[in-house]
């Protein structure tokens, strides 16, 4: 679990150095016994079967996770889950996140109808990554993001399961 929450508060200095980072964050980083809580209720949601967690290694050290959650549980949406992706800095660029989605996609199809994400507009890397695993664009929600005094335009997406679905892109 160390790992993991590493790999997570790593964003929090990449925005030190990168502003614009597509991730939704908190205001400050969250302390870590928070964080302990979090992936202990992820892993009850996957006991559940409602949340995967796809995770990136290299060399034994944890470098990016997929996860997607159920958007509510017993509900009229709980065919829908919802995606997060993120790969440590060092490690994009290298095939790494084409893999970990196809694989969270994979894992999905057997808990879920639909995924949906919000990615935000000036993320083109991770946009074409999404259109290429077969995500369509159904919408912008401008100003969705407040940080600090700037607003960031976010797209919002969905991917639906069929027969045909591919998993090997
Ligand atoms: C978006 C992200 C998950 C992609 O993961 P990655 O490991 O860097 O991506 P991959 O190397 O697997 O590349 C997947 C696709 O992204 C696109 N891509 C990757 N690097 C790119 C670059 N430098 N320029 C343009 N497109 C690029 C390509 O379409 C690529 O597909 P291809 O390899 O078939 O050409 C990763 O960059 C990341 O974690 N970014 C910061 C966090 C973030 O923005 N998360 C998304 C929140 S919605």
Request: glycine share 6%; hydrophobic share 35%; charged share 30%.
């Given at each position: 679990m160390n790992d993991l929450i590493d790999?997570?508060?790593?964003?929090?200095?990449?925005?030190?150095?990168?502003?614009?980072?597509?991730l939704v964050l908190y205001k400050s980083p969250p302390k870590y016994i928070d964080?302990?809580?979090?992936?202990s209720n992820l892993y009850s949601e996957v006991l559940k079967k409602d949340a995967i967690a796809v995770v990136a290694e290299e060399n034994g050290k944890v470098v990016g996770m997929c996860d997607i959650h159920r958007l509510r549980p017993n509900s009229e949406l709980s065919h829908i889950g919802n995606l997060g992706i993120?790969?440590?800095?060092?490690?994009?660029?290298?095939?790494i996140g084409k893999k970990l989605?196809?694989?969270a996609l994979?894992?999905?199809?057997?808990?879920?109808?639909?995924?949906?994400?919000?990615?935000?507009?000036?993320?083109?890397?991770?946009?074409?990554?999404?259109?290429?695993?077969?995500?369509?664009?159904?919408?912008?929600?401008?100003?969705?993001?407040?940080?600090?005094?700037?607003?960031?335009?976010?797209?919002?997406?969905?991917?639906?399961?069929?027969e045909n679905s591919n998993f090997n892109k």
């Open positions: 790999n997570y508060l790593s964003y929090y200095e990449e925005l030190k150095e990168n502003p614009d980072l597509g964080e302990v809580s979090w992936f993120a790969i440590r800095k060092e490690y994009r660029g290298k095939g989605i196809l694989k994979e894992e999905g199809k057997n808990l879920f109808e639909i995924i949906q994400l919000e990615v935000f507009s000036n993320n083109k890397i991770a946009i074409s990554l999404y259109e290429k695993v077969g995500f369509i664009t159904y919408g912008i929600f401008p100003n969705r993001i407040k940080r600090k005094d700037k607003y960031y335009d976010v797209i919002l997406m969905y991917y639906k399961y069929t």
